[in-house]
């Protein structure tokens, strides 16, 4: 039976899985969601002796219904190839006797976002070719880091698409910035906000809802999709990697079929930690759903009160991937406790974009149940970095740390010490170099941000990474810095349509 695609608003009609990614966001404005949950159909004692890819077939043809097997098998093998500097894909590495970390970083830019994104480009030509589409798809997308450069690694010289990433001029690491100017390809272009993340995020969806916009791009030729994590074609790859962590501890007798396994998940935009929800409602036996936020605890406030109000100063942290005061992905959330309920859900997105609030109702909460809330300020997020490599010799990134102090937290508040639990790993130590040798008082304020990649190589004896290697002496190739309300004119002026 054929899963098909809604939108939390309530205003669109139901599309194929196909559509849904080619659209990115809903016309009215929402994020696409499956009507209904499919479950796994194969035994996890199967799964267990099963590569990457062959589970990501198995999740994956489960909600893309409207793909034949070939093409699902085709786009994932060009997605998990030789651009993963580990054969394993996501590979889980312990530290301490319950504690698993859930590498998601060997992809071409050592950051989670390369699970989703190496496979989005192939899914969405695909899906293409199949809705008969010959208009040149504009890749529209706001990163706070990390998508970005995924992103335009992705999409980089595939025919028929262009892609714009906004990012904050000054808000992401000087090694996240160096790798999205200096991204090659003739359809790619990088541009620089003077806002921060979440004014670049408002400005792309401005632009997906502005008909006129739309109305020009379409006789010119054009047509708006995302590859942020409101594509669905980005939140169904990640649902892969909780279930392959769940297999892997089978596969190496951690645990047996049915036990419980807590997920932790450092996020800011509900995306990461959504998808692991989803794994659960597939069937994976996920115990608690850890969700961790760094200072701009936006998200934990909302699981503590049921009220989700972003108005609250924005913090600059060490973890850029996660400065966000309004998570998108919990939208889809939003609209499946309160019933499918698109009215309501509308309604809710309207107060919180007029007012920056809203709340849920005792009743939507228990879908929330499964959640677990917490934050780690800045001085925290050093201390689990300096404790993990001091107590286990395993370095981890900013993001990750905020998952390891909250673990940690959870595992004290509640006395849950024992259940295992795979933190989602977002990205590479090296990305964040500079951050992470403070924790050791080994980075001065002037050194270059690739000395202190050689000098946290030598700290870890673990080989600096391809990504930040090849990125040292090339050139800058994007150099265009904008204010946020120039966003629509920077993007018609990039597509050669207005100068």
């Given at each position: 039976m054929q899963i098909r695609y809604r939108s939390t608003r309530g205003g669109a009609e139901e599309i194929t899985a196909s559509q849904a990614i080619l659209n990115g966001l809903a016309p009215d404005g929402g994020l696409y969601v499956p009507t209904w949950i499919p479950t796994l159909t194969v035994p996890m004692e199967k799964l267990a002796g099963m590569d990457y890819r062959e589970v990501a077939f198995e999740v994956m043809r489960l909600f893309?219904?409207?793909?034949?097997?070939?093409?699902?098998?085709?786009?994932?093998?060009?997605?998990?190839?030789?651009?993963f500097d580990s054969e394993v894909i996501a590979p889980l590495h312990q530290a301490g006797e319950h504690t698993w970390f859930l590498e998601l970083?060997?992809?071409?830019?050592?950051?989670?976002?390369?699970?989703?994104?190496?496979?989005?480009?192939?899914?969405?030509?695909?899906?293409a070719r199949k809705n008969r589409i010959t208009d040149e798809i504009v890749i529209l997308t706001a990163t706070s880091g990390d998508t970005g450069?995924?992103?335009?690694?992705?999409?980089?010289?595939?025919?028929?698409?262009?892609?714009?990433?906004?990012?904050?001029?000054?808000?992401?690491?000087?090694?996240?910035?160096?790798?999205?100017?200096?991204?090659?390809?003739?359809?790619?272009?990088?541009?620089?906000?003077?806002?921060?993340?979440?004014?670049?995020?408002?400005?792309?969806?401005?632009?997906?809802?502005?008909?006129?916009?739309?109305?020009?791009?379409?006789?010119?030729?054009?047509?708006?999709?995302?590859?942020?994590?409101i594509n669905i074609g980005r939140l169904v790859p990640q649902i892969v990697y909780y279930v392959y962590a769940y297999a892997s501890l089978v596969k190496q007798g951690q645990i047996c079929p049915g036990d419980k396994v807590n997920m932790v998940v450092p996020t800011?935009?509900?995306?990461?930690?959504?998808?692991?929800?989803?794994?659960?409602?597939?069937?994976?036996p996920v115990g608690r759903l850890i969700c961790a936020s760094n200072e701009n605890k936006v998200l934990y406030d909302f699981l503590t009160t049921g009220c989700y109000d972003r108005n609250r100063d924005f913090i600059l942290t060490a973890s850029p991937s996660m400065d966000i005061l309004i998570s998108s992905n919990l939208e889809r959330l939003i609209y499946i406790s309160g019933g499918c309920d698109g009215e309501a859900c509308r309604e809710r997105m309207a107060g919180l974009s007029d007012t920056g609030t809203y709340s849920i109702t005792p009743e939507?909460?228990?879908?929330?149940?499964?959640?677990?809330?917490?934050?780690?300020?800045e001085e925290e997020t050093a201390e689990a970095i300096r404790r993990c490599f001091e107590d286990y010799g395993y370095m981890i990134d900013p993001h990750t740390a905020?998952?390891?102090?909250?673990?940690?937290?959870?595992?004290?508040?509640?006395?849950?010490?024992?259940?295992?639990?795979?933190?989602?790993?977002?990205?590479?130590?090296?990305?964040?170099?500079?951050?992470?040798?403070?924790?050791?008082?080994?980075?001065?304020?002037?050194?270059?941000?690739?000395?202190?990649?050689?000098?946290?190589?030598?700290?870890?004896?673990?080989?600096?990474?391809?990504?930040?290697?090849?990125?040292?002496?090339?050139?800058?190739?994007?150099?265009?810095?904008?204010?946020?309300?120039?966003?629509?004119?920077?993007?018609?002026?990039?597509?050669?349509?207005?100068?």
């Open positions: 893309l219904t409207d793909f034949t097997d070939e093409e699902l098998k085709e786009c994932i093998a060009n997605a998990y190839d030789s651009k970083f060997h992809g071409s830019t050592i950051a989670f976002k390369d699970m989703a994104l190496s496979i989005l480009p192939h899914l969405m030509t695909t899906a450069k995924a992103a335009l690694a992705g999409f980089a010289d595939v025919p028929g698409t262009r892609i714009i990433v906004f990012y904050p001029k000054y808000g992401v690491s000087a090694i996240q910035e160096k790798q999205m100017v200096t991204q090659k390809g003739g359809n790619t272009s990088v541009v620089g906000i003077t806002g921060n993340f979440d004014d670049a995020q408002t400005g792309v969806k401005k632009m997906f809802h502005d008909k006129e916009m739309q109305q020009l791009l379409q006789e010119k030729g054009f047509r708006f999709s995302s590859a942020n994590s800011g935009n509900f995306g990461n930690i959504l998808a692991a929800w989803y794994a659960k409602q597939i069937g994976i939507m909460k228990k879908v929330f149940d499964d959640f677990y809330g917490n934050y780690c300020s905020v998952g390891a102090g909250v673990l940690d937290k959870y595992r004290k508040e509640t006395g849950d010490a024992e259940t295992p639990a795979v933190v989602a790993s977002t990205a590479s130590p090296f990305k964040f170099n500079r951050f992470v040798l403070e924790c050791f008082g080994k980075a001065g304020k002037e050194e270059d941000d690739f000395v202190l990649a050689d000098r946290l190589s030598e700290m870890t004896g673990v080989a600096l990474p391809k990504a930040v290697e090849e990125i040292r002496t090339a050139p800058v190739l994007h150099d265009r810095v904008v204010d946020a309300e120039d966003m629509p004119d920077t993007v018609l002026a990039l597509l050669g349509i207005r100068s």
